[in-house]
């Protein structure tokens, strides 16, 4: 019986120290082929440097990266031949224009892209030959991913590619994402955006201080968590206590002025009391709405700190 195929990328117990603070504590997850892995967790938690081991542009003090059969640690120029990258704060000549830049990228590789295709592919037409100062802020991110493709990766590093996107940018440029996985990529995708792992991740692998916490579909994760369902209700007036009371198996969990924040195991009885005992007080429902568990929940238990995007504290460097 045949072995079955490498994953594309596979990380082992990679260590990253800068003097007494413990970057990376024992990395280690893989990707395979036409999956959108997710490296999720708040700034500050290790995603940048993980990101530039595999890049190699910083070396990790222990552990395996592979590319596939490649050693990257031992062979990285042979590693590179497999790997696109999207990078944070990456930038162009202002008048560049996305044609020049591709052709220039493409003639780095003996196997490059043909630029005409990643123009089409990246919806870059109506901006193919203006200076790169004119983009917007989608244009410039697609052009980026077009740049990390010239290779024809089979590996596709993401890090955090949606950061200072605008809602309908960032939705067209996770329509892009998914098309790439469509076409059997690895893509490693770092964000510290919840709901956009939620979103676009087949797998997540949460990392808090260095460290791979938890891993797993998104449903897996949040299946694991032991908080309960929310029921959130806004209403004309604030509820009496008296009409809290009223409510079986029910725990409030905040309350300002006129919204409620409700936790119960079952909702749906909790909606159903809430519709026909307000109502008998002169209360009307403004708002009625159920939360179930969440990445955000699965943080909080697995770290015992709630979930910031902003972080705590930055990542360090030499």
């Known amino acids: 019986m045949a072995a079955p195929p490498l994953a594309p990328l596979r990380l082992r117990a990679l260590t990253k120290r800068y003097g007494a603070v413990e970057a990376l504590r024992g990395v280690s997850f893989e990707v395979a082929s036409g999956e959108i892995f997710g490296l999720l967790g708040p700034n500050g938690a290790g995603k940048t440097t993980t990101v530039e081991c595999i890049l190699g542009l ?11 059969e490649i050693d990257a640690l031992a062979h990285p120029e042979a590693a590179k031949q497999r790997l696109g990258a999207q990078i944070q704060s990456a930038s162009l000549q202002d008048l560049i224009t996305p044609r020049q830049a591709l052709k220039l990228f493409a003639s780095f590789y003996c196997q490059a892209a043909p630029v005409e295709r990643l123009i089409e592919q990246f919806a870059l037409g109506e901006k193919a030959d203006a200076p790169f100062a004119s983009l917007s802020g989608g244009q410039k991110q697609r052009l980026f991913l077009a740049l990390a493709f010239v290779n024809q990766p089979s590996v596709l590093l993401l890090d955090e590619p949606t950061v200072g996107l605008d809602p309908r940018a960032r ?31 087949d797998r997540i692998g949460i990392i808090d201080s260095g460290r791979i916490i938890a891993v797993g579909t998104p449903a897996e994760l949040v299946a694991r968590s032991t908080a309960l369902p929310r029921v959130s209700v806004r209403t ?12 079986r198996n029910v725990a409030v969990l905040n309350q300002a002025e006129t919204t409620c924040l409700l936790a119960t195991p079952d909702p749906q009885p909790t909606l159903a009391a809430l ?32 979930y910031s995007s902003h972080g705590d504290k930055p990542e360090a460097s030499p």
């Open 58 to 68: 910083r070396r990790p003090d222990s552990g395996e990266i592979f590319l596939g």
């Open 236 to 247: 004309t007036r604030a509820l009496p206590a008296a009409v809290l009371a009223e409510l």
């Open 275 to 306: 519709v026909k005992t307000l109502p008998l007080h002169g209360i009307d429902i403004l708002d009625l709405r159920v939360q179930q568990p969440s990445l955000e929940d699965v943080f909080l238990e697995l770290t015992g700190r709630m």
């Open 171 to 201: 939705r067209e440029l996770h329509h892009t994402i998914l098309g790439l996985r469509a076409a059997g990529r690895a893509v490693l995708l770092s964000t510290h955006y919840l709901d956009e792992a939620e979103q676009l991740c």
